[in-house]
């Protein structure tokens, strides 16, 4: 791995060039298998392949060889773009988006099998060389076609498909794939119409990418898209009801939405989804220039893993794998507010405010906590404007901050959620400082085995 101090050291990168995407998240074997999207000859979105890394814990993860490649004169020839995961029958099967030299916006949907099933660390893919869909319904007008999902409802297998329309209009397309190697177009799911995701995303929006659908344990659904405008920099979420209709087969009716994360170095999300739980990584691509990232060698890294549910007023919680605790040391380097506490590479902050407070890591960022009005704001330096984030007004707002290198993840009272990249200069030795009536402050750092 990189020895850049700016190089996360616990969040899922290869050890060296790109990464964009994660993909098919999925538990087989006793561990937790994330795969990637990956450029392992330069640190630039091209030649893109799945990398691979497992986990006992969520915590603590390692390589493996590339899961796919592209094939020569393949449907997937000029790239393995994002998919998904499942068990088809016993066998994990990666479904994929395969990108021919000539692909203009359409992708294929690809399938590829685990050679050997009983390898808990999944280390050899089978692609079938001919996609299950070619390409999207005739009669649509599609422009973009991309991101296959697959999910569970009804007791038969269905997909989401990313979508746009040749006159600006995104949309998640549903597929019948009960049978994963018979795929039936089921209609639109849902599209840029929608009131609800009109008021939730506004209008900017002419693709919806790598669209994800979840349950939580008390029986929502969240739908959460990537916002593909061009220039991507933003995603959101619906929550609602799923549910059986005629035309489409399926339908998502959205109760309420938004961002998904506040930054504005976060995309591309996937999900997991546990019995008891569903688990979010996201893509957080360099805010520095391309050029910066192709001396340092290394571009992008995956975000912590988050738990995904719903509040009773229908938005969205978000919080950090408590598995994260295990990566914390012994003893925190800080248990008060204060001033001139040097912060290490890597930590976990969290502070309770119980007025307003201001919380400073080093020059890169600014955090002011305001209870009384229920806001964070979030000031980077090198960034003109502020991001503000609203939560529930309250006599106290509880907020976490995961820093690994240049990697900020800030989670304020499970509402809302801010990822930003910040990048120490040489010698720089960041300090701590917190002020604010009767806050309270504890950080870890991190410790242990960091990715290998």
């Not at 020839?77 to 994929?96: H, K, L, M, N, Q």
């Not at 050679?115 to 060389?129: K, S």
């Not at 489409?248 to 976060?266: M, N, S, V």
């Not at 995961?402 to 300090?431: M, N, Q």
Request: glycine share 12%.
């Amino acid at each position: 791995m990189s020895p850049d101090r700016n190089a996360p050291r616990f969040r899922v990168r290869p050890p060296a060039n790109w990464i964009n995407d994660p993909n098919g998240p999925f538990r087989w074997g006793g561990r937790y298998h994330l795969f990637y999207q990956h450029n392992p000859h330069a640190p630039v979105h091209a030649d893109v392949h799945w990398g691979h890394a497992s986990s006992p814990d969520l915590a603590r993860w390692r390589h493996h060889p590339i899961a796919l490649a592209p094939t020569p004169g393949g449907p997937d020839e000029a790239g393995c773009w994002s998919g998904c995961v499942v068990d088809d029958d016993g066998v994990p099967t990666a479904v994929y988006t395969g990108i021919g030299h000539h692909h203009t916006g359409l992708g294929t949907v690809c399938l590829a099998r685990a050679a050997d099933p009983g390898d808990p660390a999944l280390t050899e893919w089978r692609p079938l060389p001919v996609p299950v869909v070619a390409g999207p319904p005739a009669d649509l007008d599609v422009v973009m076609f991309r991101d296959p999902f697959v999910f569970r409802y009804a007791r038969r297998r269905w997909a989401l498909v990313g979508a746009g329309h040749a006159d600006g209009t995104p949309s998640v397309l549903l597929y019948d794939c009960d049978d994963l190697t018979d795929w039936r177009f089921a209609g639109v799911l849902l599209d840029g119409h929608d009131p609800v995701a009109v008021d939730a995303f506004g209008d900017k929006a002419v693709g919806w990418e790598c669209p994800q659908l979840l349950v939580t344990p008390g029986g929502d659904w969240v739908l959460l898209v990537s916002l593909w405008d061009g220039d991507p920099r933003a995603t959101g979420y619906l929550t609602g009801r799923l549910e059986e209709s005629s035309a489409p087969a399926l339908r998502f009716a959205p109760r309420t939405g938004g961002a998904l994360d506040h930054g504005r170095d976060f995309y591309a999300p996937a999900v997991l989804q546990e019995p008891e739980r569903a688990l979010m990584w996201g893509w957080s691509w360099e805010s520095r220039g391309p050029g910066e990232a192709e001396r340092a060698g290394w571009s992008g890294v995956l975000s912590a893993p988050r738990v995904v549910d719903v509040h009773a007023d229908g938005t969205l919680r978000v919080r950090p794998v408590p598995e994260l605790n295990s990566l914390r040391a012994p003893e925190p380097f800080v248990t008060e507010p204060g001033t001139g506490t040097r912060l290490p590479d890597a930590y976990d902050l969290t502070v309770t405010a119980r007025a307003a407070t201001t919380v400073r890591l080093g020059e890169g960022l600014t955090l002011r906590i305001n209870p009384g009005a229920g806001t964070l704001t979030a000031q980077c330096a090198g960034r003109p404007a502020p991001v503000e984030v609203r939560v529930a007004r309250g006599a106290e707002l509880n907020v976490r901050v995961l820093v690994d290198g240049s990697l900020y993840e800030v989670f304020a009272d499970d509402r809302a959620t801010v990822t930003e990249r910040i990048y120490r200069g040489p010698g720089e030795a960041p300090e701590l400082t917190v002020t604010g009536a009767g806050a309270a402050v504890t950080a870890w750092e991190l410790v242990g085995p960091p990715l290998n």
